[in-house]
């Protein structure tokens, strides 16, 4: 296990040095777990990454100390409450859904040369995509992200929705029309018209 910039990230022991592991980001990280045989993460999306090893004074024990106030501190950026008690107080109440998502779900990313399938997520400070639904649900890093602040404008038109950026803009749209639709409502939102 590493620390990076935005979460963890655990090296596959099976797999050897240079071969990708997994990164769990702060935001998708519900809780810390601890338990007879180590502890848990207990993810947003209700996924529970377990390690496991010597509590008492081992690495796990290590771990169990520091990352509650490891987590507590990240959130505190993305104004998420911190555990599971923060939450039940009623911190972060003003951000929908778990972790401050306010949508998510399937939108085309169009590209040059075809129109490529990604799930998109959308949290109270950013955009992020991933490959599949399921490593959203996996809590696995996506494959882009944007911030809100990095958003220079967006416009809506009865096929798709534009984000621009400061050297690019991005083109997405639907099969749907309803999920396109939710989309337009929860980035507006956002961003206003």
Not at 76 to 105: I, R, Y
């Amino acid at each position: 296990v590493d620390l990076v910039e935005d979460g963890l990230y655990l090296h596959h022991p099976l797999r050897g040095a240079g071969k990708r592991g997994k990164q769990i980001l702060w935001a998708s990280i519900a809780d810390v777990e601890p338990d007879d045989e180590g502890f848990g993460l207990v993810l947003t999306n209700g996924v529970v990454e377990r390690f496991r090893g010597p509590l008492q004074g081992g690495f796990l024990d290590d771990w169990l100390h520091k990352l509650p106030a490891m987590l507590r501190e990240a959130n505190s950026k993305t104004n998420q409450p911190a555990t599971k008690q923060e939450k039940a107080d009623g911190a972060g109440d003003d951000l929908q859904g778990p972790s401050g998502v306010l949508c998510e779900g399937p939108l085309i990313l169009h590209k040059r040369k075809k129109p490529d399938p990604r799930y998109f997520v959308l949290h109270a400070d950013y955009l992020s995509y991933f490959s599949e639904e399921g490593d959203y649900r996996h809590g696995i890093a996506p494959r882009g992200q944007v911030a809100h602040a990095d958003v220079k404008a967006i416009q809506f038109s009865a096929d798709g929705i534009v984000i621009g950026l400061e050297a690019q803009q991005v083109k997405l749209g639907s099969d749907s029309p309803q999920d396109l639709g939710r989309w337009r409502e929860a980035l507006r939102k956002v961003f206003g018209d």
